[in-house]
């Protein structure tokens, strides 16, 4: 095949847009909302080009609803909001996450609580996307730092999504969101892309839910010929409720966990830079990663030993990637667009063994080279 050298000017938003259409979604349903608006705006128009599926929906609990519906009929599915419209939809997420339906959610967050800023940058969701819906269940996130990370992770959100059988998030922000840049989009050849195991037994021997440890269950698609029953109930392997069953009960919420533990090694990316000698790490994702690039830089031309640990996969956390690193470590720069999300779990993660340091801004600004480079020299200093 013929490769692809265009070179394109796009926003985040763009390339979360043309990334959908590469990584093969053929169904996207959500609710105008800024910064996010740009990707349904986009959506709109591409995805009827290719014969596919746009629908904008009434709000984002209808929106995700319509997506997890989508993806039953074997579709390929997403959304995209931003942080109240993400509020809206963690009840339909549990669903998804229990019902175990493949989709992608795309959260460009803003300042929050509330309605908070539109138009402004935040990393405040962190651990909404964690813990937002109710229960005790696995999740997967992604955060670009870039346009053509966007493309990219958004490509991976599907696949990984398709191969666990599982909701996944790709956690942006307004500045990745609305920036621009040029890249150059890879050729189709060049595109992993994953498809959903399906089911070679006969509709009569089919278990939606049979798996064991970190299988994934193979997922029928209605109309397909299999009927099939599922439920946001606990349930058993035919898909029925296993209420009066505490053994069942028990493996099957280990099960969805397990299916993220047992594969933590091919779902979780990290970004490290200078850090095979480094004595200061920052800690950091998404747009305050790109600061933190310069003010790494900036430490070093200054005789200064840092390192940059850039969180790709946010969920599950890279504990183990970063635990290596304590005992060579003065300390842990943590510069967030909060009040220490990130630096709250980087805590339970190395438990003492190194000191944390946070950089925090919650003024709807971006934190700048020069904040962090402060507190990496302040940390030589102490």
């Not at 300042?111 to 937002?132: C, E, N």
């Not at 990984?160 to 050849?189: F, Q, W």
């Amino acid at each position: 095949m013929k490769r692809n050298d265009s070179i394109r000017v796009w926003t985040g938003n763009d390339a979360c847009a043309e990334g959908a259409i590469a990584a093969g979604v053929n169904f996207f349903a959500g609710y105008p909302i800024t910064p996010a608006s740009e990707i349904s705006e986009v959506l709109a128009r591409r995805l009827p080009e290719e014969g596919r599926t746009f629908v904008q929906m009434e709000d984002e609990i209808a929106s995700l609803s319509s997506v997890v519906g989508a993806s039953f009929t074997g579709m390929k599915a997403m959304t995209a909001t931003s942080g109240p419209g993400f509020s809206l939809m963690q009840e339909n997420l549990g669903f998804a996450i229990e019902a175990e339906i493949p989709c992608v959610i795309v959260d460009v967050q803003r300042v929050g609580p509330a309605s908070g800023v539109a138009t402004h940058p935040s990393q405040g969701d962190i651990m909404q996307a964690r813990w937002g819906t109710h229960g005790d269940h696995p999740i997967i996130a992604l955060a670009p730092y870039s346009v053509r990370e966007t493309y990219d992770l958004t490509i991976r959100a599907v696949n990984l999504a398709e191969k666990y059988r599982s909701p996944v998030l790709l956690l942006s922000d307004a500045v990745i969101g609305h920036m621009s840049e040029n890249m150059v989009v890879p050729a189709s050849d060049e595109i992993e892309i994953i498809n959903r195991t399906k089911p070679k037994v006969s509709p009569e021997e089919y278990k939606p839910y049979l798996a064991v440890g970190g299988e994934v269950p193979p997922m029928a698609s209605y109309g397909d010929g299999y009927i099939w029953h599922t439920t946001g109930i606990i349930h058993d392997e035919t898909g029925f409720p296993c209420t009066s069953n505490p053994n069942m009960i028990d493996f099957q919420v280990r099960r969805l966990h397990d299916k993220i533990a047992f594969n933590r090694d091919d779902i979780v990316t990290v970004d490290m830079r200078q850090m095979d000698d480094a004595e200061i790490a920052v800690v950091a994702m998404g747009s305050v990663a790109r600061s933190a690039v310069k003010a790494v830089k900036m430490a070093r031309d200054r005789g200064i030993k840092a390192g940059l640990i850039r969180l790709v996969t946010i969920w599950p956390f890279p504990d183990e990637e970063i635990i290596q690193y304590t005992s060579q470590l003065k300390a842990f720069v943590v510069p967030e667009l909060n009040l220490g999300q990130i630096q709250g779990q980087l805590r339970q993660t190395v438990e003492g063994r190194t000191k944390i340091v946070g950089v925090n801004r919650i003024d709807s600004k971006l934190i700048t080279p020069e904040q962090i480079l402060e507190s990496i020299q302040n940390e030589v200093k102490a």
